[in-house]
């Protein structure tokens, strides 16, 4: 079982940076990939970024490729999203995901539907 708290959501102007991080409880953090998700009001849940276990790679969508970078510390079982020049269109719930199974193909990491433990989501609002 992991426990995932997000933090670090708030009011950001449009170009500013925001910083989310996801604590997560339990001994073997460091064999879950993780993953951030985001909901919009009316829209369905979308896939934002993630990472392996021992953080050699990530993954982004490509709405964010290039803005934001995920990261983890697994001597500190956490994992970070750094939004870099947020638009307006990012305003959404946050939501980190750790996934208990293996991801076979690159593929697994984009798909919420495999993602086993969740948080309780963090509000990210962009607006000047």
């Known amino acids: 079982q992991v426990q995932l708290v997000e933090s670090g959501g708030g009011l950001v102007q449009p170009g500013g940076s925001l910083r989310l991080s996801c604590a997560a409880s339990?001994?073997?953090?460091?064999?879950?990939?993780m993953g951030w998700f985001r909901q919009a009001p009316g829209k369905e849940r979308e896939f934002v970024a993630a990472?392996?276990?021992?953080?050699?790679?990530?993954y982004y969508a490509e709405s964010v490729k290039g803005r934001f970078t995920i990261s983890r510390e697994n001597a500190k079982n956490t994992v970070a999203l750094q939004m870099n020049s947020p638009k307006p269109e990012d305003t959404a719930v946050y939501y980190c995901?750790?996934?208990?199974?293996?991801?076979?193909?690159?593929?697994?990491?984009?798909?919420?539907?495999?993602?086993?433990?969740w948080g309780q989501g963090t509000q990210v609002i962009v607006s000047s």
């Open positions: 339990g001994r073997t953090f460091s064999t879950y990939p």
């Open positions: 990472i392996s276990t021992g953080a050699g790679r990530t």
């Open positions: 995901a750790a996934m208990s199974g293996t991801p076979y193909t690159s593929s697994y990491y984009y798909t919420g539907a495999l993602y086993d433990y």
